[in-house]
């Protein structure tokens, strides 16, 4: 079970796939296109390490993101295939701070990833990222990552802005090793972009990024 110092991964699939928007996570400050300042982690070192993974389930957008405006992703894990994600080795405590972010709570006050672990999932609050998952384990250490508790299907689908797309399709790029094209394939497959944006569209967007 992952205690204060204990290592996790914790996994992204939407803008914290970007490692400068994630960094503003861990040592606090907005991202370029972001309008929200983030605290930052108590502890401000730098992940461990990074690895590309896909977590079961798919990625949708809904709902709207203050920070980007337009759509936000979030994780389905009832959907069929494997979503591309980025993971980052880091403190237990780290994760609860970056989760605390997440659901605009101050860290510190963030959530035990215990409480995941114990069962595969914990529904912490009624918010869009309050649901912790425990998507595996990478090389003994456990995989987590934060969505919302109900799925695509309780949604109304919400195109993504411009912004929104190119800092998860950079982010997505970088740890996949994937072209503009296949990322602008696959983002504008994701309900809520699909039938707003095509392949094309967001491929245009990274390139001139």
């Keep these: 079970?992952?205690?204060?110092?204990?290592?996790?991964?914790?996994?992204?699939?939407g803008a914290n796939t970007d490692r400068g928007r994630f960094s503003c996570y861990v040592s606090g400050g907005a991202p370029p296109?972001?309008?929200?300042?983030?605290?930052?982690?108590?502890?401000?070192?730098?992940?461990?390490?990074?690895?590309?993974?896909?977590?079961?389930?798919?990625?949708h957008f809904g709902l709207e993101s203050p920070m980007w405006g337009g759509g936000l992703a979030m994780l389905d894990p009832g959907l069929p295939g494997a979503a591309p994600?980025?993971?980052y080795l880091v403190t237990a405590e780290q994760f609860a701070d970056i989760a605390a972010q997440e659901m605009y709570r101050s860290p510190g006050d963030g959530p035990d990833p215990r409480a995941a672990l114990r069962t595969g999932r914990a529904v912490l609050g009624p918010g869009r990222y309050e649901t912790l998952l425990y998507c595996g384990d990478i090389a003994g250490r456990p995989v987590l990552?934060?969505?919302?508790?109900?799925?695509?299907?309780?949604?109304?689908?919400?195109?993504?802005?411009?912004?929104?797309l190119a800092v998860?399709?950079?982010?997505?790029?970088?740890?996949?090793?994937?072209?503009?094209?296949?990322?602008?394939?696959?983002?504008?497959?994701?309900?809520?972009?699909?039938?707003?944006?095509?392949?094309g569209d967001v491929a245009a967007l990274l390139a001139a990024g």
């Design 168 to 199: 998860i399709g950079s982010g997505l790029e970088a740890a996949h090793r994937w072209g503009p094209r296949r990322t602008g394939d696959y983002l504008a497959s994701r309900p809520g972009a699909a039938g707003r944006w095509t392949g």
């Design 33 to 59: 296109g972001g309008t929200r300042e983030n605290p930052g982690c108590r502890n401000r070192t730098p992940p461990r390490a990074e690895a590309a993974v896909w977590l079961a389930g798919g990625v």
């Design 1 to 13: 079970m992952a205690a204060g110092g204990d290592l996790v991964w914790y996994a992204s699939y």
């Design 85 to 87: 994600a980025r993971a």
């Design 145 to 164: 990552t934060f969505t919302a508790h109900w799925g695509a299907a309780d949604t109304e689908p919400t195109a993504p802005s411009a912004g929104y």
